[in-house]
Structures are given as structure tokens and as C-alpha cells.
């Protein structure tokens, strides 16, 4: 481990270390108390909250491949799923092993959609060829080496939140660039800061949970089998996911938009989950009366 070992014990408090998976490893126990449910999962609502994560990037993933998109764009939703996965098993054992394979995902699903983002040439070859990738690949390589050597959560969440912020941005300009009277414009747009949204205000119940854990564990007991309602840190799994999953659809749209053609694509943003597909012949007439082509 490293000199940040239990870094967030103030969350612990009285909570059992140890249980069916062995002693508690990881440098974060969340403010749900262990093994209340059942003896062979630590944080039940945490880690269950992590199955529609993985259902919802299983269904981006078989999207893609069914409506003929590029497949580059399936490994984004690939990525959700594998991210759910691994925090369903962080939060089943606390063990490191597996924060890592919860943490370190996160930083690989982003930097593969910053790749993404910045191949923004016509045309689907990759703009830089193989350059791209090994920049993509070295910069995971050192955020991993590093984390291990240096097991701070904060480190991590500094890590992701660059590289989040940065393809976020870049993603809003070239959002900004489409054709004015695009419809995809507006789809983009609409579901992009739906996506967005969302994300942030399960970032700030999650920290909210963290700030008030003593008191919302009060709460908790008060209301016995309702008290799954009130932990915060699975309305983070489940709004991050389906903020991703909306983040993604958005970004798909926004990447043909530029290297294909702002009338070849679409997806239905009034669906609660929407997905790109190609626009028929007779729908592609329609989009281009109602905009212009590049």
C-alpha cells in the first residue's frame, strides 16, 4: 500500500474490517455499514447499484454493433460495463485488487473518449495513426504505475478530473461548431448537458453522503428497510451511469456529425435510453431541408 493508507477513515467508524472476502484492504470504506444484508457482501446497496451500470453499457456495446456503427465507438460503452464490474467487486470485498479495478477503469474509459474526441479529421482513419494511441496508452500507463505506488483517492479523482475536463470542453466546441439549424445540434446539445447534469448531481450527493455520513446513518436506523433510499454514494453509481451512457450517445452522434456527415446519423433524444443509428434515405432528405450540410 503507501503512506496514504486509510485515507478516508474518518468514514469508518465503528465498521467491521473484515468478512467472507477477508481483511478490508482498500483505502476508502464508504459510509454504508458492512455486512448488514448478508455475511458475503460488505456494502449491499453500493455494490447492487452497479448492475444497471453494467446492463446499460451491455446494451450501448450490442447498439453499436446491430446499427453498423464503427465498433471503436461500442468499446465506450464496453468500458461502462467494465467499470460497473469492477466497483460491483469493490464494493462486495473492499479489497484493493479490486479498487483498482474500479479506479484505474475510469481513467482508461475517459482517455479512450479524449482519444476519440481529438480524432476529429474526415474520414475514420485516425488522424494521427499510431501516434494517438501510444499517447492514450502512456498516459494510462503512468496515471496506473503511479497510483499504485501512490494510493491516494484524491490522486485518482484529480487524475480523472482532468482528463474529464478536458473532454468535455473539447467536446462542447466541437458541439458548437455543427451547422446552426443542425437537428443533431440540438440532440447533441440537449442530451450532452442532460448527460452532464447528471453526473454532477451524483458527484455532489455522493459527497454530500461523505460529509454527513454520521448523520445520515442516524437517519438510516431511524427508518430501518427505507434507510436504502438515503445512501448517497449509490445514487452516484446509478446517475454517473446513466449520465455516462447519455454522455456517450451524445459524443457517438457528435464524432460521425464531423468524420461522416451531420446527415448520415441520429438517435431518438426523447428515448430514455438513446442510441445512434443510421438515417434512412427518405429521414436524410428531411434533415437536410431543415438544416445544412458541411
Partial sequence: MGAFDGAFDNLRGDQISSGFWGEHTSTID?????????????????????LPSIL????GFFSVLNNGLPKRFAYCYLGLSLIGIGSFGFHMSLRWEWQLMDELPMIYVVSYAAFLILETSPGLEFRYGILGPLVMIAWDIFVTTSYIYLPNPVYHQIAFAIILITTTTRTAYLAFKLPPNHPSKVKIGKTMAWGVVTFAVGFGIWNIDNIFCNQLRVIRDAIGPLGVLVEGHAYWHLMTGYGSFLIFTASILLHLCIKVSPDAYTFDEKAIFPVVYPVKSDDRRKVKQNGHTQ
Fill in 30 to 50: 464508504w459510509c454504508e455499514k458492512n455486512y448488514v444484508h448478508t455475511p458475503y457482501i460488505a456494502e449491499t446497496v453500493n455494490t447492487l447499484t452497479n
Fill in 56 to 59: 446499460l453499457g451491455l446494451y
